[in-house]
T-cell receptor
Framework: NAGVTQTPKFQVLKTGQSMTLQCAQD?????MSWYRQDPGMGLRLIHY???????DQGEVPNGYNVSRSTTEDFPLRLLSAAPSQTSVYFC???????????FGSGTQLSVL | DQQVKQNSPSLSVQEGRISILNCDYT??????FLWYKKYPAEGPTFLIS?????DKNEDGRFTVFLNKSAKHLSLHIVPSQPGDSAVYFC??????????FGTGTKLQVIP
């Protein structure tokens, strides 16, 4: 049971490049989400999904796209990277409301 | 608008003593609260949670207290150990699938 798996662990991009951060979970969780962690800002919700085909915006959605075609996968897309998107990104999942979130190990992204 | 606040960015405690981490929230719709612990270069891991129908929940050395009228919760760690040194996040769940996190408190337990 791998839990929540994120790839890559590290990534360096140039301004304007695009990329996709991958997230997969093997716990059959309906709820998945993406957070970014910045110094002094805590964990801020980017986008979340309550099931395949259903996504919604969190606190800081601008510059990011998501889709959820399967229960297992929830990729985060940066269409045109900006230095302000330099951060550590965490994917999380849980079975349902009022249960704990399980986090992946994170992706450290630098945009130059 | 920070709905979940951890006003102490850092805390130092001697080994064996009590660590108290505090968290305040503004949204009265929050009714389930969680604490997470995070080591450097790792994802946050769940510690303990509490529902709004309770005012206290214990799990070993960790106890969470909830004061709904003050919109305040605290995490007590007794006794504190060097391995408890980490960043602690409180989080709040209003039942609409968004979990809101605080800014974190870095705990250092001094041997």
């Amino acid at each position: 049971n791998a839990g929540v798996t994120q790839t890559p662990k590290f990534q360096v991009l140039k301004t304007g490049q695009s990329m996709t951060l991958q997230c997969a979970q093997d716990m059959n969780h309906e709820y998945m989400s993406w957070y970014r962690q910045d110094p002094g800002m805590g964990l801020r919700l980017i986008h979340y999904s309550v099931g395949a085909g259903i996504t919604d915006q969190g606190e800081v959605p601008n510059g990011y796209n998501v889709s959820r075609s399967t229960t297992e996968d929830f990729p985060l897309r940066l269409l045109s990277a900006a230095p302000s998107q330099t951060s550590v990104y965490f994917c999380a999942s849980r079975r349902t409301t009022y249960e704990k979130l399980f986090f992946g190990s994170g992706t450290q992204l630098s945009v130059l | 608008d920070q709905q979940v606040k951890q006003n102490s960015p850092s805390l130092s405690v001697q080994e064996g003593r009590i660590s108290i981490l505090n968290c305040d929230y503004t949204n009265s719709m929050f009714d389930y609260f969680l604490w997470y612990k995070k080591y450097p270069a790792e994802g946050p891991t769940f510690l303990i949670s509490i529902s709004s129908i309770k005012d206290k929940n214990e799990d070993g050395r960790f106890t969470v207290f909830l004061n709904k009228s003050a919109k305040h919760l605290s995490l007590h760690i007794v006794p504190s150990q060097p391995g408890d040194s980490a960043v602690y996040f409180c989080a709040a769940d209003g039942g609409y699938q968004k979990v809101t996190f605080g800014t974190g408190t870095k705990l250092q337990v001094i041997p």
